[in-house]
């Protein structure tokens, strides 16, 4: 014996062999310990707990175990939707993580978790804000999405009133040397130095800027580069 205290069932195991502890869970002890083995007919179903006052029932991580479908408690619903379970505690309803399996990511067990478990009476509203919740947050992303379009049009207006002005203020200007003659401007060809990108405060995106006063968006793939 292992020194363990394990409680096992009434019934005894048909067989006991050795098993290695391949990590030492169990400070002072060996590594090895007795596994009882059951034989099937010493086993029997499942029987799922019932739901009682609004409260869905746990085991002693706080969680349902779902593996098969008739695993679920009675009087409880599975809502098999993502974001429920924060959604749920804003709503004060009882919910449960549902643990469908497991991962075994670096040889350690990680259980999957699908939606939540609550009783049948509230999982109709849970659905009705989950659908409300979703639907609140696609009209905000739209609103942000068109957002930017307009910043992006007012950054543009702004440019070219900017170069409007310049090329206003400056018609005729010749390019030599002060003192000399004035004539017709030469043709000016935009360049952007990289030191001259910075964030804009209006629309938040990255911009550059020409000697001109010509300021442009600068696109992702330009961004990356």
């Known amino acids: 014996s292992s020194g363990i205290n394990a409680e096992w069932p009434l019934r005894p195991g048909y067989k006991v062999v050795k098993q290695k502890i391949f990590y030492d869970r169990w400070p002072g002890d060996d590594r090895w310990r007795d596994l009882p083995l059951w034989g099937e007919w010493q086993t029997e179903w499942y029987h799922a707990p019932t739901a009682a006052d609004g409260k869905v029932p746990r085991n002693e991580f706080g969680n349902v175990e779902l593996f098969k479908p008739w695993m679920l408690p009675k009087k409880t619903v599975h809502v098999d939707l993502p974001g429920t379970y924060a959604l749920a505690r804003r709503l004060g309803i009882d919910a449960a993580h549902a643990v469908v399996g497991f991962e075994f990511p670096r040889c350690r067990a990680v259980p999957m978790t ?48 900017i170069k409007e002005k310049i090329l206003t ?25 990289k030191k001259s990108h910075r964030l804009d405060k209006i629309t938040g995106q990255m911009v550059k800027k020409c000697a001109c006063g010509l300021i442009v968006p600068i696109d992702d793939e330009e961004e990356e580069l």
């Open 114 to 161: 699908s939606g939540v478990v609550v009783c049948e009476e509230h999982a109709e509203t849970l659905r009705l804000a989950w659908e409300e919740y979703n639907n609140n947050q696609a009209k905000k992303q739209e609103e942000k999405r068109l957002k930017r379009i307009y910043d992006n049009w007012k950054l543009l207006i702004r440019t070219l009133l």
């Open 169 to 193: 203020k400056y018609e005729g200007m010749s390019e030599d040397k002060p003192g000399a003659k004035k004539g017709k401007a030469k043709g000016h060809i935009h360049k952007f130095p």
